[in-house]
């Protein structure tokens, strides 16, 4: 990880970002999205009081799982690695749990897609939000394992688990596919491999679709990434809230892009 990167990065976002007081942001849109549903995730814990309990059990979780990193985002490239070492270093913080399950609670999406199980806590927060199917996609089958276990614990049975590379299962999902989607891309962390997730899923996306992606600013080629998906066509808004950047489509309208502090 390149801290001098990251600093000068986060720097450059303050530039530009907004509260959620709103002051300063003329979407009417934008501006409800920053003063009532980021204003009021930052609070609302009420759904989430067991994950936080299984969240403190797995930081001390000292079992070691063979992990198949197949992307960029790892921290530690050590395959055998600690379950606490991975809760510690690329679990979804509680704060951006408390805000996907605000998201999906808001939007009400039709069907969920998340590239990137990992421990299943980010899957979790959403799927304490909804009765919505949820597809999750996990290239290690040994992270995926745990989930599947945590998923139990938390007595969830909306989440339906895909083993393997993203694009594999990708293609076969879309024929499961209702509209409108929320998709949460949250692995490999490359340029190219983040565009063409991307791609594929907005190729399917409506109107009412919402993309959430993970760690936009966690490497050069991550912001570049995002740079250029806030850039396509089908955007009409993108929201960069520095950890993750969010995406709201219709194609035609002018693009406006938004930094919201959370």
């Known amino acids: 990880m390149n801290l001098l990167f990251r600093i000068k990065s986060y720097f450059k976002f303050l530039k530009h970002a907004r509260t959620t007081s709103g002051h300063g942001i003329h979407s009417p849109f934008v501006f409800y999205f920053a003063t009532t549903i980021l204003k009021e995730s930052k609070s609302k814990d009420v759904q989430l009081i067991d994950l936080k309990k299984l969240l403190k059990k797995l930081k001390s979780d000292k079992r070691k799982i063979k992990v198949n990193d197949m992307g960029a985002g790892s921290v530690n490239k050590n395959h055998d690695r600690s379950i606490a070492s991975i809760i510690s270093n690329a679990a979804t913080p509680i704060k951006f749990c408390r805000l996907l399950n605000s998201l999906i609670k808001e939007f009400k999406p ?153």
């Not at 565009?195 to 899923?201: H, P, Q, V």
């Not at 950047?245 to 693009?255: A, K, R, S, T």
Request: proline share 3%.
């Open 110 to 262: 039709s069907i969920i897609i998340e590239l990137g199980t990992s421990l299943g806590i980010s899957t979790a927060a959403m799927s304490l939000s909804t009765l919505s199917k949820i597809f999750t996609i996990e290239g290690s089958s040994e992270l995926a394992l745990v989930a599947k276990d945590n998923f139990k614990k938390l007595g969830l049975n909306n989440i339906e688990q895909y083993i393997g590379p993203f694009e594999e299962h990708l293609p076969n999902l879309f024929s499961k596919i209702k509209l409108p989607f929320f998709a949460f891309i949250d692995g490999n962390h490359r340029y190219e491999s983040t565009l063409k997730y991307f791609e594929m899923i907005s190729n399917k996306a409506d109107n009412q679709s919402i993309v959430v992606i993970d760690d936009i600013h966690w490497s050069e080629e991550m912001e570049k990434a995002w740079d250029e998906i806030c850039k396509n066509p089908k955007v009409a808004i993108s929201i960069d809230l520095y950890r993750m950047g969010i995406v709201f489509f219709n194609e035609g309208l002018p693009q406006q892009r938004f930094n919201l502090l959370y």
